[in-house]
C-alpha cells in the first residue's frame, strides 16, 4: 500500500545528504516547510546560499503555479526545465493565453468585454472558482460556496479583469462586492483591501464602474429598492426619535421650570429633604465644573425678557417691516436660551423611584444632560449598601465571594446549636459510639442480684459470729470441738469471699444505662471540641458552611471593606455634602 508519509521522509533524507552543505539550516528549513516535496531537488539545484531570499519567492511561487497547472503544458516533469528563466517564461505564456480565452460560463453573466477588460458578475459558485481562479478570493475557493452564498444574499460580487496584465501582478484580477445598500469594497487578487481611488485611473475604469451601476439598477431593480426603502423608513424612525427625545427634553425643563417658579428648592427653613438632596448634587455638580448659573444670570435673564417685550412692541407697533428688530430680538433669545442651559438646582429631577433607598436625579443641565446621581444621608446609604450587598449574595451566593473572606464570617453559636441538637439525639440514640462500658449503670438485675448476693453475705456473718460465740464458750482450745468450729468459719469465710469476688464481677460489667451526668458531660467535651474546630465540624458531617454564616456580620464586613461606592454603577466613587448641616452622600449611576 502507498505510503505518502514515508515518502516524503525519503525525499527530505535525498534532500539533506545533497545540499547539507549549500545551504544554512535556517534556508533548508524554509525550503522544506514552504516547498512542494516533489520539488525539494529541482528547487536545490536553481536557489544558491547568497542570492536565497531574492529569488526563493520567486521560485516558490512559480513551483506553486507549476504545481497546479503543470499538466496542462508540453513539459510535464519539472525536471525537464534547465532553469528558473526557462520555467518563468513557459509558465507566463500559458497566463498569457489563460487571461485572453475566457470561455462564456453557464451561470454568471458578462457585463462589459473589450481587448482590455473583461467584467463577470459571476451567479454561481462554480462560475465563481472559474473566473476567480488566481485568486486568494474566499469566494472563489472550491470548498467556498457557503461564502459566496452569503456574499450574494445582500448584494453582489463583480470580477473585473484585466486581460493584459500577468498573474504576478496583484491588480490583474479586482473583486467588486457591491451591497444592496450602496456600500463597494474592492479586493486585488491577493485579497488584499484596496481602495476605489487606487484603481480608477482612466476613463475605461471609470465607464466600466459606471456600466455595473446601471447593470445592478436592471438586474437587481426590485432588491435595490426594498434596500432604499428601508434606508428611508430608517431615517423616518430617526427623525421620529429626535421629535420624541425633544418632546421630552422639553417636558423635563417644564418640569423645572415649574418648581422654579413656585421655588420650591429655593434654600429657606421650609426646604423639604428632596431639595436638600438636590442642593447636594447641585454643589457636587458644581465642583465639577458644571456651569452654573449666577446671581447676574438671573437679573440678565429679567433685563433680557423685558428687553424683548420693549422690541416685540416696537415691532408690532411700526407699519414698516423691521427686519433689524427681528435680529436684535433672534439675539437676544439666543442669548436667553444659553444662560437658561446653565445648570441651577431645578435642573436637577427626582425620578419616580429610588436607588435602593437612595433618592435618583436625572440632570438635564447641557453639561451633565442624562447623567443619573443618587443622593442619601448616612442612614440611607447604609441601608442601600446593606440591600445591595444582600441582593448580590442572592445572585451569586457566598461562593462568589474570597473563600477566606467569608469563611471567616460562620456563625459559631449556629453551628454549634446544630452540633448540640446531633449529638444530643445521637448520645441517646447510640450513647455506646461514645461512651465507654464502665461508665454505664448497673441494671435491675444486676442490682437485685448483687442485693440477694448481700443478703447471703450477712447470713453468713451472723452464722459465723454465733460459731464464734459457741467456739468462746468451749473451756479448752484444744477440744475437738474447737477445731471443728474453726473449719466451719474458714469455710464459711471463703464462701463470703466468693459472694464478693461475684458481686465485684457483676459491678465491673454493668448492663444498665448510661447516667445523665455522664451523657451531658460527653455532649459538653464534644461541643468544646466543635467550637475549636468549626469547620471541621462542617465538614466531618458534609454540611454547606454557607447556611452557617453570620449574614449581619458578612454585609457588614463586606460594606467596610469596599466602602459606599460599590453602589455607584458607574465609577465606583462618591462623596459627600453637607447641606444646612445635613451630611449627603452623592454618585454617579449612570
Not at 196 to 225: D, H, P, R, W
Not at 313 to 322: A, I, K, L, S, T
Request: glycine share 4%.
Amino acid at each position: 500500500m502507498f505510503n505518502k508519509k514515508i515518502l516524503i521522509e525519503s525525499r527530505i533524507t535525498d534532500f539533506e545528504k545533497t545540499f547539507d552543505r549549500k545551504f544554512s539550516q535556517d534556508q533548508k528549513e524554509k525550503i522544506l516547510d514552504e516547498i512542494p516535496s516533489k520539488f525539494y531537488q529541482w528547487a536545490g539545484k536553481n536557489l544558491d546560499q547568497i542570492s536565497f531570499d531574492g529569488n526563493f519567492e520567486l521560485i516558490k511561487n512559480l513551483l506553486s503555479y507549476f504545481n497546479r497547472f503543470g499538466s496542462n503544458l508540453k513539459k510535464t516533469d519539472i525536471n525537464q526545465y534547465t532553469g528558473v528563466e526557462e520555467l518563468k517564461r513557459v509558465l507566463d505564456e500559458y497566463s498569457e493565453r489563460q487571461r485572453r480565452n475566457y470561455k462564456k460560463q453557464n451561470g454568471a453573466n458578462i457585463v462589459y468585454d473589450s481587448p482590455k477588460y473583461l467584467v463577470i458578475n459571476p451567479l454561481s459558485h462554480e462560475s465563481s472558482c472559474y473566473y476567480g481562479s488566481g485568486t486568494k478570493w474566499c469566494t472563489a475557493g472550491r470548498d467556498a460556496a457557503d461564502t459566496f452564498n452569503r456574499y450574494n444574499s445582500d448584494g453582489k460580487l463583480f470580477y473585473i479583469i484585466d486581460k493584459t496584465l500577468p498573474s504576478s501582478d496583484p491588480m490583474y484580477k479586482i473583486g467588486l462586492s457591491k451591497k444592496f445598500e450602496g456600500k463597494e469594497d474592492f479586493y486585488d487578487a491577493l485579497d488584499n483591501s484596496i481602495k476605489q481611488s487606487s484603481i480608477i485611473q482612466t476613463e475605461e475604469i471609470k465607464k466600466i464602474l459606471q456600466k455595473i451601476n446601471e447593470y445592478m439598477g436592471v438586474e437587481y431593480a426590485t432588491q435595490l429598492k426594498v434596500y432604499s426603502d428601508k434606508k428611508e423608513l430608517e431615517k423616518e424612525k430617526e427623525r421620529l426619535r429626535n421629535l420624541e427625545a425633544r418632546r421630552i427634553r422639553n417636558a423635563k425643563f417644564a418640569e423645572a421650570d415649574e418648581r422654579r417658579v413656585e421655588g420650591e428648592w429655593d434654600l429657606t427653613d421650609n426646604i423639604d429633604d428632596i431639595g436638600l438632596k438636590a442642593w447636594a448634587l447641585f454643589e457636587y455638580l458644581e465642583g465639577q465644573g458644571a456651569d452654573v448659573k449666577t446671581k447676574e444670570d438671573f437679573d440678565r435673564v429679567r433685563e433680557i425678557e423685558s428687553e424683548i417685550e420693549t422690541l416685540t412692541q416696537q415691532y408690532d407697533q411700526d407699519p414698516d417691516v423691521r427686519t433689524d428688530l427681528l435680529d436684535e430680538i433672534d439675539t437676544l433669545k439666543d442669548e436667553l436660551e444659553e444662560i437658561n442651559n446653565k445648570m441651577d438646582v431645578y435642573m436637577l429631577l427626582p425620578e419616580s423611584y429610588d436607588h435602593y433607598d437612595m433618592t435618583r436625579f436625572e440632570v438635564i443641565g447641557d453639561d451633565f444632560y442624562g447623567q443619573t446621581f443618587a443622593v442619601g444621608d448616612s442612614d440611607e446609604v447604609e441601608s442601600s449598601a446593606v440591600e445591595y450587598v444582600e441582593g448580590l449574595i442572592d445572585d451569586i451566593g457566598y461562593e462568589g465571594f474570597n473563600s477566606n473572606f467569608w469563611k471567616s464570617h460562620l456563625d459559631e453559636e449556629a453551628i454549634v446549636s446544630h452540633a448540640e441538637d446531633v449529638f444530643n439525639e445521637d448520645l441517646y440514640n447510640n450513647p455506646e459510639s461514645y461512651l465507654d462500658d464502665e461508665d454505664r449503670m448497673l441494671d435491675n438485675f444486676q442490682l437485685d442480684k448483687i442485693k440477694h448476693l448481700k443478703s447471703k453475705i450477712t447470713s453468713l456473718i451472723e452464722n459465723q459470729n454465733q460459731l464464734r460465740e459457741i467456739q468462746d464458750e468451749l473451756e479448752d482450745p484444744s477440744d475437738e470441738k474447737y477445731d471443728e468450729i474453726e473449719e466451719k468459719i474458714e469455710s464459711i469465710e471463703e464462701l463470703m469471699d466468693e459472694l464478693k469476688d461475684e458481686i465485684t464481677d457483676i459491678e465491673d460489667d454493668p448492663q444498665g444505662d448510661f447516667p445523665q451526668d455522664v451523657i451531658d458531660e460527653k455532649i459538653q467535651d464534644l461541643i468544646r471540641d466543635v467550637r475549636r474546630d468549626l469547620e471541621g465540624y462542617l465538614e466531618n458531617y458534609g454540611l454547606n458552611a454557607e447556611n452557617f454564616i453570620d449574614k449581619d456580620s458578612f454585609v457588614k464586613d463586606v460594606i467596610d471593606t469596599d466602602g459606599y461606592g460599590m453602589l455607584s454603577s458607574y465609577d465606583g466613587n462618591y462623596d459627600t455634602i453637607r447641606v444646612k448641616g445635613n451630611e449627603y452622600y452623592v454618585m454617579r449611576i449612570d
